[in-house]
Nanobody, 126 residues
Framework: QVQLQESGGGSVQSGGSLRLSCAASDHTFRHPYYMAWFRQPPGEEREGVAEITDDGRTKYAERVEGRFTISQDNAENTLYLYLEMNSLKPEDTAMYYC?????????????????WGQGTQVTVSS
């Protein structure tokens, strides 16, 4: 089973930036595959943030469009997923999760994703 490991979370002030990373080691994903970032604010439901397909198509949640950028990279046997977050706001505070899927369907639908990381905390103070 492929494992996803996130890193890069932390605490920043409003207006600041962070870059999240996710590594999928020894992955054997067949094409097509889909990678995404989700987040879960305290006391709220998990929500989709950004998704990218193996051929580079992307989709963003409306509330992060223009501020966040998702990207991916392949190095040897490891797939890397990134989330560049700029102009951060206090409402971006959440646990951020990396997820992978080989099932297509509705963009940012968490039920499509069957491989999840443990999460990395992002805290934005005002």
């Amino acid at each position: 089973q492929v494992q996803l490991q996130e890193s890069g979370g932390g605490s920043v002030q409003s207006g600041g930036s962070l870059r999240l990373s996710c590594a999928a080691s020894d992955h054997t994903f067949r094409h097509p595959y889909y990678m995404a970032w989700f987040r879960q604010p305290p006391g709220e439901e998990r929500e989709g943030v950004a998704e990218i397909t193996d051929d580079g198509r992307t989709k963003y949640a409306e509330r992060v469009e223009g501020r966040f950028t998702i990207s991916q990279d392949n190095a040897e046997n490891t797939l890397y997923l990134y989330l560049e977050m700029n102009s951060l706001k206090p409402e971006d505070t959440a646990m951020y999760y990396c997820a992978a899927s080989t099932y297509g369907g509705i963009w940012l639908d968490h039920t499509r994703f069957d491989i999840w990381g443990q999460g990395t905390q992002v805290t934005v103070s005002s």
